[in-house]
Structures are given as structure tokens and as C-alpha cells.
């Protein structure tokens, strides 16, 4: 009996695709959610890694344009009103701001020092958006996936359980199959929610650090331009 029993187990395909193909509707949708939550979290991790690396590359090249001496006025010219580098347009939302202060006479509207710390507040809360867009979906698949995945596995144990009842059988070609399709939801969900945890620590430190750097340019720049006004 017990031989009999192992060439039936033997028999069983138990490849991924075979299992997925067995399991009930329920256990597919769960699995198939899973999957395009993985590739959904790969995918805002690939972007933002690609992201984070240019933010950082454009932060040290304007940094080094900043403090090369160049006058203030002619580097605003050469990068424009609306350059493409995060750096940039924190230093072209100051400029902006400075040369509206200037009245018509060559003096300065009263205020001028705290519109320019505003000005460059909310360009940095707007570049710091952008960097963290996409990093609570990874928050939600990695808290979510492998609640989802046990949902699918206790949905496949107890279809299991019931076809063991209905064949009144209890050997391992018949429990075995069951067993191991629901295990796979679960699977499935710690793939998912492992990567997009890992990555989502990861990446909110990267975007903290990228934005203390803009706060920091920020705070330079409004005490280079406030010791002008003194002047």
C-alpha cells in the first residue's frame, strides 16, 4: 500500500504552473495579486533607485557650479526658471523670489528674507514629494502580502480538508497536492512583501537624506542672500 502510495506522489507534477493550474479560483486571484504586487514593488524600486542616484549625481554637479564663485545672478541666467535638477529648482524658486523683492528704485521690499525661506520651503516640500511618491505602495505590500498570502493558504487548506472528506482517503497522493498549492499562496506573499519591506527602509532613508541636503543648501543660500540685504 505504502509503495503504491509513493508511485501515485511520484506522478504528481508540483511544478509552480502545475500548482497555480490545481488550485481553486480563490487561491489564483490570491496568487495573481500577489504577483502584480511584486512586480508593481520592483518596479518603484528600480525607478527610485534610478531616481535617487540622478537626484544625488545633479545635487553634487550643482554644488560644485554654487560654490565655484560664479555671481549668483549669472548662474540663475544660465540654469534658468525652470531647470530640470531638484537642486535647481529649490536655487531658482530663492532667485525668483529675491528679484521680485527688488523694488524699482534698487531697494528691497520689507519681508524679502522670510518670502525666500517660504519660496524655498515649498520647493523642497514639492521635490520631497516627488521623491517619496511610490514609497507607501511598497509600506502596503510589505505589511499586506503576507496577510494575503495566508488567506489564500487557509482558503486552500480547507478546500484540502474537504476533499479529504469526500474521498474519504487520507494518503499522501491526495493530501499532498492540496497541502502544497496552499502553501504556495503563502509563498507568494513573503516573496513579495520581503523585497518591497527591505526596499522601503531603504529607499525613506535615501529620500530623507537627499532632502536634509536641500534643506541644508536652503539654509546657505537664504544666509548668503540675508547677509546681502544687510550690506
Not at 549669472?74 to 527688488?102: K, N, V
Request: no cysteine; proline share 3%.
Amino acid at each position: 500500500m505504502e509503495a503504491e502510495t509513493l508511485a501515485l506522489a511520484q506522478e504528481i507534477d508540483f511544478s509552480m504552473w502545475a500548482l497555480f493550474a490545481r488550485a481553486t479560483i480563490v487561491v489564483k486571484l490570491v496568487m495573481l495579486m500577489l504577483m502584480i504586487a511584486s512586480f508593481w514593488s520592483w518596479s518603484i524600486i528600480i525607478q527610485k533607485l534610478i531616481m535617487y542616484r540622478k537626484a544625488r549625481r545633479e545635487g553634487e554637479k550643482f554644488d560644485q557650479q554654487f560654490w565655484s564663485g560664479e555671481p549668483l545672478d549669472e548662474l540663475f541666467e544660465e540654469i534658468g526658471t525652470e531647470p530640470d535638477g531638484h537642486a535647481q529648482r529649490i536655487f531658482a524658486s530663492g532667485m525668483m523670489e529675491w528679484r521680485r523683492s527688488h523694488k524699482g528704485d534698487g531697494g528691497m521690499i520689507a519681508g524679502a528674507t522670510a518670502r525666500i525661506d517660504r519660496s524655498m520651503d515649498v520647493a523642497i516640500a514639492k521635490e520631497s514629494e516627488g521623491l517619496q511618491r511610490g514609497l507607501p505602495v511598497l509600506a502596503t505590500v510589505g505589511s499586506t502580502a503576507p496577510f494575503v498570502g495566508l488567506f489564500g493558504t487557509v482558503w486552500g487548506i480547507m478546500h484540502a480538508f474537504i476533499g479529504i472528506a469526500q474521498e474519504q482517503n487520507t494518503n499522501l497522493a491526495v493530501v499532498a497536492p492540496g497541502i502544497a498549492e496552499a502553501l504556495l499562496a503563502t509563498g507568494l506573499g513573503l516573496l513579495a512583501a520581503i523585497p518591497a519591506v527591505i526596499f522601503y527602509n531603504k529607499l525613506s532613508a535615501d529620500a530623507d537624506r537627499i532632502v536634509a541636503s536641500y534643506e541644508a543648501f536652503a539654509d546657505e543660500f537664504a544666509t548668503i542672500l540675508s547677509r546681502q540685504l544687510d550690506s
